[in-house]
């Protein structure tokens, strides 16, 4: 069973940059799917950006495609999020989530089996 820890979270201006990252520890990472999610003040966990066991495919949301970078190292145990041109609609607690079944698909959280306690991002307008 793995567990992850996420970090990087804060507070920043609108325009501003942050890195987020999830360490893994307790499993063998490279063999999850991993995915970032968010959740903000009175809405539902959404998708943000997946990322396959081999970082060598990546899905983003609409509404991030273009602005945040999914990535991971697989030898650190480690997945980032480095989020550009943020927005105050981005703020929200990010998540980081492990899978391992190909039966939902990368955006959809019920497919995730693992997750971290989240870190909050808070953009200022």
């Known amino acids: 069973q793995v567990q992850l820890v996420e970090s990087g979270g804060g507070l920043v201006q609108a325009g501003g940059s942050l890195r987020l990252s999830c360490a893994a520890s307790g499993g063998t990472f490279s063999i999850y799917d991993m995915g970032w999610f968010r959740q903000a003040p009175g809405k539902e966990r959404e998708f943000v950006a997946a990322?396959?066991?081999?970082?060598?495919?990546?899905y983003y949301a609409d509404s991030v495609k273009g602005r945040f970078t999914i990535s991971r190292d697989n030898a650190k145990n480690t997945m980032y999020l480095q989020m550009n041109s943020l927005k105050s609609e981005d703020t929200a607690v990010y998540y980081c989530?492990?899978?391992?079944?190909?039966?939902?698909?990368?955006?959809?959280?019920?497919?995730?089996?693992?997750w971290g306690q989240g870190t909050q991002v808070t953009v200022s307008s």
């Open positions: 990322i396959i066991r081999s970082g060598r495919s990546t």
């Open positions: 989530a492990a899978k391992i079944l190909i039966y939902y698909s990368h955006s959809d959280r019920r497919g995730y089996d693992y």
